[in-house]
């Protein structure tokens, strides 16, 4: 009797994504904005996690005791919170866990704070005004045992690096960001913090953090005053 035709093998089955397999839990979320604690959950979410493995902390004292209730696979942590500054929390996750992967993710971009931030154990920091597809890509990387650095951050670095007059937590109070730039042009036209985030897209919060940084950078205490700095230097049309 012929053999009808070969029964074709079984097909393999497709090995499961690396998120299936790979996304460590629980995930610490430090952040006290509304709309960027939105933002980390959806982009946690496409990446497979559901909503019992991330714990969401506002404050430090809140982060504390999600802390000492549970250990953590990966924490997100912010550095201006409304009861203080993250990086004392950051060197009490990286005592506590050595191991762990720390990304701070900040509207902060001066080299003081993002030097101490690194020292105190964060494994990467990116700015928050990047899109989701930049933070996806920070955070992919934290997943998959990377230590991404924003790019604005590392170029600061690597100037740090090769100018042996500059010491670490200096500050250069004649360079701005492009973003911290784009806002002062907004307040020398008169806008307030909120017409200023309204019309950026951005959070209010987000705002205020990037006009002290403008302070610092020009050593003044003043929207006026920061203006007049930044003309002075050539900053300002």
């Known amino acids: 009797m012929p053999l009808g035709p070969a029964a074709a093998p079984p097909r393999p089955q497709a090995a499961p994504e690396w998120r299936e397999a790979l ?31 991330l714990v969401f902390a506002g404050t430090i004292a809140q982060a504390q005791a999600c802390i000492a209730a549970q250990p953590h696979a990966l924490a997100l942590v912010d550095i201006e919170l409304p009861d203080g500054n993250g990086v004392s929390l950051i060197e009490q996750l990286r005592a506590d866990d050595p191991a762990l992967s720390i990304l701070v993710i900040s509207a902060w971009s001066t080299e003081d ?8 154990g964060a494994t990467g920091y990116v700015l928050k005004e990047r899109d989701d597809i930049e933070l ?102």
């Not at 430090?30 to 019992?52: C, K, N, S």
């Not at 730039?181 to 019309?199: D, F, K, M, P, S």
């Open 23 to 53: 996304l460590p839990a629980p995930v610490l979320v430090v952040e006290d904005e509304p709309l960027m604690q939105r933002r980390i959950h959806t982009l946690l979410t496409q990446f497979g996690y559901e909503a019992d493995a």
């Open 136 to 237: 996806s890509l920070a955070i992919r990387s934290v997943l998959r045992g990377g230590a991404p650095i924003d790019p604005f951050i590392a170029s600061r670095i690597l100037e740090l690096l090769h100018s042996p007059a500059t010491t670490p937590g200096h500050v250069d109070a004649d360079v701005l960001s492009r973003r911290e730039g784009e806002i002062l042009q907004l307040v020398a036209q008169g806008l307030t913090n909120r017409e200023i985030a309204e019309q950026l897209f951005l959070s209010k919060h987000t705002v205020e953090c990037h006009i002290k940084h403008i302070y610092q950078k020009l050593a003044v205490s003043s929207r006026t005053k920061a203006v007049f700095a930044a003309r002075s230097r050539g900053l300002l049309a």
């Open 113 to 120: 704070v993002i030097l101490t931030a690194l020292r105190a």
